[in-house]
């Protein structure tokens, strides 16, 4: 294994590289490629990379790029892509077909305003916008975070009790133009964590099949009762894939939710996101001089883990969620806007409180 100084972008590139390769012995790797700042060197990365047995195709639109990965993964192979901002808003309407069709994409998210007015900055608001898609969705606060959770979420998603695509976020030139120390795994190793994609639904010639066919609303209802077991069962095919990543590669990959100094603490800070590193800091610091302070770090923004969430404030009598993304529309009973994440702790707070 070895430690260079990389980009955000390298280290997504790389682990969907190498996670691509590793399917050499099944049906191979298919990604859509269409550019968008700041995800543009993520494409470049995957575009140069000599596969075995896979081929990136350049598009002309980030709605042909989820095609093309939906095309792949129900022939069998492992999909994968990259966008970020308007990008993610153009391919909304794949994005959920691929999530209705059970299929173990993984894409990573680098998180840009949406516009206009054009902003090419950090704002998660491009993936919170697709938090009612069936996609599970991880946020990643450092280099090293974003690549093995990348490696992590095609464990979790390919797994037979979850088979739902994978949304890995990390935020714009924080992350992806900034570089970092990053252990860079060699492919033997990545071998030994994924296995060969097994998509038990994809396609097979000797017995054809219609895909996306008409139903009635109770099939719909059914269909959506199976993806919400679906995601009950992230959380535990995610710690089983975490312990093994930790076999392998010798480190861990982080959980789902990560708390510092809540046992005893009267204010709690929630953060997402490399703004978790920045408050991290800000709370050891504090700690330092005295005060009752804490923070909790949600990596797994979907499914929800509230319950957990809620058990890591301990007995903190003020919490602050530090959102870098904007809800217009809703007000708390203050009359501030606050953003989409810091809606969803607060709606389950007040359901539990």
């Known amino acids: 294994m070895a430690r260079k100084l990389i980009t955000g972008n390298h280290a997504a ?9 590793a399917n050499r012995g099944g049906r191979g790797c298919t990604g859509g490629a269409y550019p968008i700042t700041p995800q543009t060197e993520i494409i470049e990365y995957l575009l140069n990379f000599p596969f075995t047995k896979g081929r990136i195709v350049p598009v002309e639109s980030e709605h042909s790029a989820m095609a093309v990965c939906i095309g792949a993964s129900l022939a069998g192979a492992r999909a994968f892509t990259a966008s970020s901002s308007n990008g993610l808003a153009y391919m909304t309407e794949n994005v959920f077909c691929a999530g209705y069709y059970r299929l173990p994409i993984v894409m990573v998210a680098v998180n840009r305003t949406l516009g206009p007015p054009w902003n090419i900055w950090s704002d998660q608001g491009d993936a919170l916008a697709l938090r009612d898609a069936p996609w599970i969705q991880f946020f990643c606060d450092t280099h090293q975070e974003v690549l093995d959770t990348v490696l992590v979420a095609f464990r979790v998603g390919e797994d037979r009790r979850v088979l739902l695509p994978v949304l890995v976020s990390m935020d714009a030139f924080i992350l992806s133009h900034t570089t970092s120390e990053t252990d860079l795994p060699e492919q033997h190793a990545v071998d030994r964590f994924l296995p060969t994609c097994d998509i038990p639904h994809c396609l097979d010639q000797q017995h054809p099949v219609t895909v996306g066919g ?136 007040y359901r539990t409180t």
């Open 13 to 21: 590139g790389h682990a969907l590289a190498l996670a691509g390769e």
């Open 214 to 349: 008409l139903i009635w609303p109770r099939e719909t209802a059914s269909q959506r009762w199976e993806i919400d077991q679906a995601f009950r069962n992230v959380e535990p095919v995610f710690e089983q894939a975490r312990r093994e990543f930790a076999d392998v590669f010798g480190r861990s990959v982080g959980g789902p939710i990560s708390a510092i100094g809540t046992e005893d603490a009267e204010v709690v800070l929630v953060a997402s996101g490399a703004i978790a590193c920045t408050a991290a800091d800000v709370v050891h610091e504090r700690r330092r001089a005295g005060e009752r302070i804490g923070l909790i770090k949600v990596k797994l923004f979907r499914p929800f883990l509230g319950t957990a969430i809620r058990r890591a404030l301990g007995k903190a009598t003020k919490v602050g969620v530090l959102d870098r993304n904007y809800a217009p529309g809703w007000a708390g009973s203050s009359g501030t806007t606050c953003g989409p994440s810091c809606r969803e702790h607060r709606a389950f707070w």
